[in-house]
Structure formats: C-alpha cells, structure tokens
C-alpha cells in the first residue's frame, strides 16, 4: 500500500501535473494540502477517472484539504475536532478517513507568519488541537497516521542555512515542543530517505533559484503510530515533481506500507 502527502499549491493550477504524477506514482492514499479552491471547482469527476474518490476540506481561495482514496473510504471527517477559530472562521485545515484498513489525516498547519503575531499563536492553539486528537486514536490497533505540511522544520539541519532563521516562525521552540506533543501522544515521525543530498528537504521557495540551488526545508511530515512504524517498508521526497514549470513549491512525500 503506498500513501503520500503533497502540498498541491493550488489543485487548480497543478491539475494536469497531479494526473500525470498519480498515474504514474500510483498511491493508493493521497493527502492533498493548499488546494485553494472552491468545494464546487474541485476536480472530483477527473481524480474519479483514475480510481480516486475524494473526502475534501475546501473553502475558497485559501487553504484546503483532501484525502483522495483508490482502496476506498470509511468513516470520513472533515474538520479537526475542537480547532480554533481564526479571525471569526475556521479554517478548512484537516480531513481524516480510513483506506484501506488505515486511518489518515491530511493537514495543514497554519504557517504562523511571524512571531508574536495573532496567527503565530493561532498556529500553537491548533497543533495542540490536532495533539488532542492524535492522543485519541494513537493508541488503537489501526494503523493511524497524521500526513501533510507542518509548516515546522524538526531540527535546525531540515532547512538550508539556520543562521538566515534567527528569531522566525518554523523553527521556534514552541513550534517544535509542538511536534514533540506528537510524540508523547503516541506517534512518531516516518524519516523520508534521501534520494540527493544529505536532507530530504519537501519545500523550496520559487524565488532566487531556490529548488536549483537546494535552498530548502523540510516541513512536510508524517507522523504514525506504532501499527503505522511497524507497516512500514519504505519512505522517501519524489523531488522529480518538484522540477519543471508549473510545480508546486513543494514536493510528494510517499511512504510504502505492507498491511
């Protein structure tokens, strides 16, 4: 069974590349994150062409998520349960379902802006939502995982020069206490392996030649459970859907399990 997470950057604008990648990666699980788009404009009947059915989390221009399944879909949930509000709304930021015998949640993490910002501390309010719900599922039998952009860097060497973060979001102490809340609740952290350089950065901004030049970072996670660790045969970036025109700025990361 391969599951993947990949910040799309927009659905609409990444449609035929995100075709072309599931028939040609084949995952039987995919978690989609930044799919700004509508829940009307979401390209339900062409993923349903290639075997996927669709749970999504979508509201508009900003935002989104989905979880697109060709082994099936039970017991769907949009939403992260007890998630904050932000400026009067919540977010469409998590979508859960089981495939296939595991249960997964595609997420995206609110990016925090700046420190001290009010959406910095909406960031740390949400992820100790999402650990809520983490501590509630990791201990079952299921294989349970949480899939997608954390907008968090575990260790100073996930991006490509720390000094240039000195006292910016992604790498704060409360921001990685949060990923560490994960761990206590009963996951732990799939490593990608690296397929070219030492770190498997999943993030490179478009500008100043950022992908060429391996200026990266390494935000988007997948954290599971012990039924989930134990699945798992192997992990790794498919940088090559981060090249060309037309990418998002993010790249897949897939995981291959035998359940």
């Known amino acids: 069974m391969r599951i993947a997470t990949w910040n799309i950057n927009s659905i609409t604008a990444r449609l035929p590349r995100l075709l072309e990648w599931l028939s040609s990666a084949e995952p039987d699980v995919l978690c989609l994150q930044e799919l700004k788009v509508a829940p009307e404009a979401y390209p339900e009947e062409a993923l349903r062409e290639l075997g996927y059915e669709s749970v999504v989390n ?6 989104g998520v989905a979880v697109l399944s060709r082994v099936g879909v039970e017991d769907p949930v949009v939403g992260l349960p007890g998630a904050p509000e932000y400026d009067g709304a919540v977010e469409p930021r ?18 925090g802006r700046e420190v001290g910002h009010a959406h910095y501390a909406y960031k740390l309010e949400w992820l100790a939502a999402l650990k809520e719900t983490a501590a509630k599922s990791a201990p079952g039998a299921l294989p349970f995982a949480i899939l997608g952009d954390y907008n968090i860097a575990p260790k100073d060497e996930d991006v490509w020069d720390i000094s240039l973060f000195d006292g910016a979001t992604h790498v704060t102490d409360a921001e990685r206490a949060a990923l560490h809340a994960l761990q206590e609740a009963g996951l732990a952290e799939v490593y990608p392996r690296a397929l070219k350089y030492d770190v498997p950065f999943t993030y490179w901004d478009y500008r100043q030649l950022g992908f060429p030049k391996n200026k990266g970072m390494r935000i988007d996670l997948v954290y599971g459970n012990a039924a989930f660790g134990k699945a798992v045969k192997d992990s790794y970036v498919d940088r090559e859907a981060r090249k060309g025109k037309g990418a998002s700025d993010h790249a897949p990361v897939v995981v291959d399990l035998e359940v």
Do not use: D, E, I
């Open 58 to 63: 979508a509201g508009g221009r900003w935002n």
């Open 94 to 111: 998590a979508v859960a379902a089981t495939c296939g015998g595991v249960r997964v949640w595609s997420v995206y993490v609110p990016n």
